[in-house]
C-alpha cells in the first residue's frame, strides 16, 4: 500500500532575537558613561588651573640655606659626639660639622713661626709644598688662630679637611703634619684633636708631643683638659696655663705616665722628642687619659 507523506509542518512562532528592555532601562549604560565622562573631564579641568606646589625644603648643601646648612651641621656633629661615647663604630656615624685644630706651644715663651702656618693663614688652603694628599681636598678651609698672650696658636682645618681627618690616611698625613712643624719650630708642646664646630668641646685627640715624656703629657692634659662625656658640651680646663700643668707633671714618674697612655691603646714614639698618638678606632681614649693623668696630678679636683 502506498506510503502517506508526512505532513509538512508550518513556520513554528518567530524565536526573540534579544530580551526586550523598558526604554528606561535601555539608556541607563549611556547615561552612566556620560556621567564618568564629565567627571573625568571637571577633574582634569581642577587640577590644570591648581597652581603648582612649592617645592619642598631640601637638604642639599647647593640649595639649603646658610642658617640651615649650620643647623644641620650642628645636629650632625652632636649625633656623632653623642655616639662617640658611647662607644659605636666608626660606620655608623655622620662624621660632618667638626673641626680639627692642631695646636702649637711657645718656643721660650714666644709664639712659633713656620712657612706652613704663613701660608696656610694667607691661603686658607694647604698646597702641594706641604701635603700632596691633602692638598687635593677642594671644599676645605684652614685659618689660623693666635693666642697673644699665651704665645700659643692653632691652625684649624674644617669642612673637607675635617673628613679627610676621620680617615686613616687622612688621620696619619694630619700626624706627619704636626710631627713636621713640632720639629722645625721646636715648640714647647703640639697636639692635634677635634671636635664639634659650634662647641668648644674636645672629644677626639690623636696626637701629642713634646721634647720629653713629662712635657708630651702636659701637653695632652692641657688641651684635652677634664672632659665630662657626652653630657659636658664644653672644655673644661684642667689649669690655668700650659705652665702650671708642666710644673705639675715634673714630679711624676715617666713610666707612671706610658701605663695611662698605653692601657688606653696608645703608642709612643722617642724621636725627636716624645709623641703620644692614640688609636684611630677608639678616639676618645685621649680624653680618657687626659682625665686620669690629672688625677694623678691632683688637677681633677675641684
Not at 677635634?194 to 688641651?223: E, I, M, N, P, S
Not at 697612655?261 to 680624653?287: E, H, K, L, M, Q
Amino acid at each position: 500500500m502506498p506510503k502517506t507523506p508526512p505532513q509538512k509542518r508550518g513556520p513554528g512562532p518567530k524565536k526573540p532575537s534579544g530580551v526586550e528592555l523598558p526604554p528606561a532601562q535601555r539608556f541607563a549604560p549611556l547615561a552612566i558613561g556620560l556621567g564618568i565622562g564629565m567627571m573625568l573631564l571637571i577633574t582634569v579641568t581642577a587640577l590644570r588651573r591648581r597652581p603648582p606646589p612649592a617645592p619642598a625644603a631640601s637638604a642639599e648643601p647647593g640649595t639649603e640655606t646658610p642658617a640651615q646648612r649650620s643647623e644641620r651641621l650642628a645636629r650632625a656633629c652632636e649625633a656623632a659626639r653623642t655616639m662617640l661615647w658611647t662607644g659605636s663604630s666608626w660606620g655608623a656615624m655622620p662624621l660632618e660639622g667638626f673641626t680639627v685644630r692642631l695646636w702649637l706651644g711657645p718656643k721660650d715663651g714666644k709664639m712659633v713661626t713656620h712657612p706652613v702656618i704663613e701660608a696656610a693663614g694667607q691661603k686658607s688652603k694647604l698646597g702641594e709644598d706641604v701635603d700632596a694628599v691633602l692638598a687635593k681636598v677642594n671644599d676645605g678651609s684652614v685659618s689660623v688662630v693666635r693666642h697673644e698672650p699665651e704665645g700659643e696658636l692653632e691652625i684649624a682645618f674644617s669642612e673637607g679637611y675635617a673628613r679627610a681627618f676621620f680617615e686613616l690616611e687622612g688621620r696619619n698625613r694630619f700626624i706627619g703634619l704636626g710631627e713636621r712643624i713640632a720639629r722645625e719650630t721646636n715648640a714647647d708642646g703640639a697636639a692635634l684633636y677635634a671636635g664639634c664646630a659650634h662647641l668648644d668641646t674636645r672629644d677626639v685627640g690623636a696626637w701629642f708631643h713634646g721634647k720629653d715624656t713629662k712635657k708630651a703629657a702636659a701637653a695632652l692634659v692641657y688641651v684635652m683638659g677634664l672632659p665630662g662625656g657626652v653630657r659636658t658640651p664644653k672644655h673644661v680646663p684642667a689649669a690655668k696655663d700650659l705652665a702650671t700643668i708642666q710644673a705639675a707633671t715634673a714630679p711624676l714618674d715617666e713610666s707612671t705616665i706610658l701605663e695611662i697612655v698605653r692601657d688606653d691603646g696608645a703608642r709612643t714614639v722617642t724621636t725627636d722628642g716624645v709623641s703620644i698618638t692614640f688609636p684611630f678606632s677608639n678616639p676618645v681614649r685621649a680624653a680618657q687619659s687626659s682625665a686620669k693623668i690629672a688625677e694623678k696630678l691632683s688637677l681633677a679636683k675641684p
